[in-house]
């Protein structure tokens, strides 16, 4: 008699959840994941979360720097020292590379013509760290995957937002593809060979950071795009 009447209240419930639970082999809602990314930017938590990350790894870089013979850092670029932001957006966090980025604060927005315009700005907090770093002799390097055809795009954005110097900016072969991080891990060995050891490595997504060459990793918030 109990068994039957739990039986039947457990029927009731699920019965009544069924059309608003998804499926467990379903992933989660585009929709609703920009909804949540967008309150996420727009709240202020994205910048709070990015920045909170900057300020742990200025306190590695000021304790390790005066420990290490030729320290140096190696940064990613997009959604690490430069935001994208305004192209993200645009595009309704999709990734359209080609056509042309003439209609912002609207979209559709081309994301090479977006990087080749130079137009992003930098992160605050980045480049109060990049500043920082220089002012107490720690090598600062670009590494990222971005191709070397926008190297010009590129070092002009740096320079319009206000990162003054760097050491060095590592662009992918225009022949590479794939893994970002099959190319990144050697190139902070190449940078680790010329007698550098790098002491805080910060990107955006895992693939900047995996494979070693860095004493510390540092990982910022992304949850707009992923790249493998
Ligand atoms: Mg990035």
Redesign the pocket.
């Known amino acids: 008699m109990i068994r039957s009447l739990l039986l039947a209240t457990s029927l009731i419930v699920s019965g009544a959840l069924l059309p608003m639970e998804a499926s467990a082999a379903q992933p989660a809602n585009v929709g609703d994941a920009i909804i949540a990314a967008s309150a996420y930017h727009d709240s202020g938590d994205y910048q709070r979360d990015f920045d909170s990350v900057v300020a742990q790894a200025r306190l590695w870089i000021d304790e390790a720097a005066p420990k290490t013979r030729r320290p140096a850092i190696v940064l990613?670029?997009?959604?690490?020292t430069l935001s994208n932001w305004d192209e993200i957006r645009a595009d309704d966090f999709g990734y359209i590379a080609a056509g042309p980025c003439d209609a912002l604060p609207k979209g559709p927005c081309g994301a090479i013509e977006w990087e080749k315009s130079g137009r992003a700005p930098a992160f605050a907090s980045m480049r109060a760290l990049i500043e920082n770093a220089q002012a107490h002799h720690v090598a600062v390097f670009f590494v990222?995957?971005r191709h070397e055809d926008e190297r010009e795009a590129t070092e002009r954005n740096l320079h319009l937002a206000g990162i003054r110097s760097w050491d060095g900016l590592y662009l992918r072969p225009m022949t590479s593809h794939g893994y970002a991080a099959l190319y990144k891990a050697p190139t902070r060995e190449r940078i680790e060979r010329k007698g550098y050891t790098i002491i805080a490595s910060l990107?955006?997504?895992p693939s900047?950071l995996s494979g070693g060459f860095a004493k510390k990793t540092f990982l910022l918030p992304?949850p707009f795009y992923r790249?493998p």
């Open positions: 990613d670029i997009d959604e690490t990222t995957g990107g955006d997504q900047d992304n790249i």
